[in-house]
């Protein structure tokens, strides 16, 4: 069992920056790949970034490849999610999730927990 709690969100200016939190609890954080989804009322679960269980891989959605980076503390079970240049499209609610596998990590359907979310609001 992995418990996933997420902090960071806020209301930021367009342009800014953000570092978001996801701290799991369990021992067998290490195991698990960990990815970030961002979901607007009305609209599902958007794919944002994902990182293998090692902490070797990373994937990024196209919509924010360039201004994300995702690394893992895996000594801390802790994985950062770090954003810049925010949109104010990139308002959401940003959720992370824990999965056993690293394969087709950007589809919901892998993840086996999910925290409660943090919501970013971005103003322009």
């Known amino acids: 069992q992995v418990q996933l709690v997420e902090s960071g969100g806020g209301l930021v200016q367009a342009g800014d920056s953000l570092r978001l939190s996801c701290a799991a609890s369990g021992r067998a954080f290490r195991s698990y790949s960990v990815g970030w989804f961002r979901q607007t009322p009305g609209k599902e679960r958007e794919f944002v970034a994902a990182i293998s269980w090692g902490g070797g891989s990373t994937y990024y959605a196209e919509s924010v490849k360039g201004r994300v980076t995702l690394s893992r503390d895996n000594a801390n079970a802790t994985v950062f999610l770090q954003i810049a240049s925010l949109k104010p499209e990139d308002t959401a609610v940003y959720s992370c999730?824990?999965?056993?596998?690293?394969?087709?990590?950007?589809?919901?359907?892998?993840?086996?927990?999910w925290g409660q979310g943090t919501k970013v609001t971005v103003s322009s």
């Open positions: 999730a824990a999965a056993r596998t690293n394969f087709k990590l950007q589809s919901t359907t892998v993840y086996d927990f």
